[in-house]
């Protein structure tokens, strides 16, 4: 199953706001064609990730849909993309340069402010030295400048591009880290608090660091309170203070000012969190069966924000 979302900086808060609307605000007026899937453009398509900007916002889901807002989220428009496969995150660089990432090892481009989209296809050399297509899912993109970005998915897949163009494989060398499988996980989230600081979270608590832009990661294990094994889903963070992830049955880890330890500060909740939005003590997270919760003393208590019905990831 896969439970995907935009990674993030400060503003992520006001774009998972605006993820209660979207749906609604969507007006399509194509016809569905089976079979042209520039066509599949649907008013109820499950929308997997979501970020903004002051007030323009981004969002994707399936079929390929990204939707756009200029107005803070008031109204939204869906530009054409070139591919059919769902979207699972999206990282602007700054209003006009930005990535999409989805199925399939899907990597849209756009330097417009999301108006049009080209697709970066991705070559990667396997083990018997042959070039091949990438077709492993991508799950989270981190945008760090208008040409660099790192996007992470399935099968320890971690890629960089250094030009805006052209990506390349990161090799997660297993021999830093205390469990030689991390470069076989699925790894679900990257976010960069600096131009140098950034994580990596995934299953089995995986949790990478890196301090020079993504040149080299390092694995971070000590957890406090909560299972080594958790399964995280999403993490967040600012250049101010700590980072937060979350994972099933309402696990919120949340490190220490030097990112060498990571404490629990647990939802009492069996329902799954996937996404954070988190800067310093300020924090929300949603998960399983529409919960949204909230916190400003750093994860320390949570409270049930009210919310409208939902049944839905």
């Known amino acids: 199953m896969n439970w995907r979302r935009s990674t993030g900086n400060p503003s992520r808060a006001a774009a998972l706001a605006l993820v209660l609307g979207l749906i609604a605000a969507v007006s399509v007026s194509a016809a569905l064609d089976p079979a042209r899937f520039e066509t599949w453009k649907l008013p109820e398509a499950n929308l997997y990730a979501v970020t903004a900007r002051g007030p323009r916002a981004w969002a994707g889901g399936y079929w390929g849909t990204i939707l ?10 869906q530009p054409d993309t070139p591919t059919a496969n769902t979207i699972f995150g999206i990282s602007f660089a700054d209003d006009a340069n930005g990535w999409a990432v989805g199925a399939n090892g899907t990597i849209l481009h756009s330097s417009d402010g999301g108006a049009s989209w080209q ?25 760090i400048s208008p040409t660099h970005a790192v996007a992470v998915g399935d099968l320890g897949v971690a890629l960089r591009t250094r030009d805006g163009k052209t990506w390349e494989r990161i090799v997660l060398d297993a021999a830093r880290y205390a469990d030689e499988n991390v470069p076989e996980r699925l790894l679900n989230g990257v976010v960069f608090t600096s131009p140098t600081d950034g994580w990596i979270a995934g299953e089995f ?90 916190s400003g003393d750093g994860g320390r208590s949570w409270t049930d924000a009210k919310r409208p019905p939902l049944f839905n990831w």
């Open 68 to 77: 756009l807002s200029s107005d803070s989220g008031r109204t939204w428009s």
């Open 119 to 143: 697709l970066q296809p991705v070559e990667l050399t396997d083990e018997m030295g042959d070039s091949r297509p990438l077709d492993t899912n991508l799950f989270s993109v981190a945008a």
């Open 205 to 294: 608590a995986t949790l990478l660091r890196t301090n020079d832009g993504g040149d080299t990661w390092v694995g971070q294990r000590q957890i406090s309170g909560a299972p080594e094994d958790l399964y995280l889903f999403d993490l967040d963070g600012s250049a101010a203070g700590p980072t937060a992830a979350v994972g099933l049955a309402g696990s919120v880890l949340v490190s220490s000012e030097a990112g060498s330890l990571w404490e629990s500060r647990s939802v009492e909740t069996s329902a799954g969190l996937f996404g954070i939005a988190w800067d310093g003590e300020h924090g929300v997270a949603v998960g399983d069966r529409g919960v949204i919760y909230v």
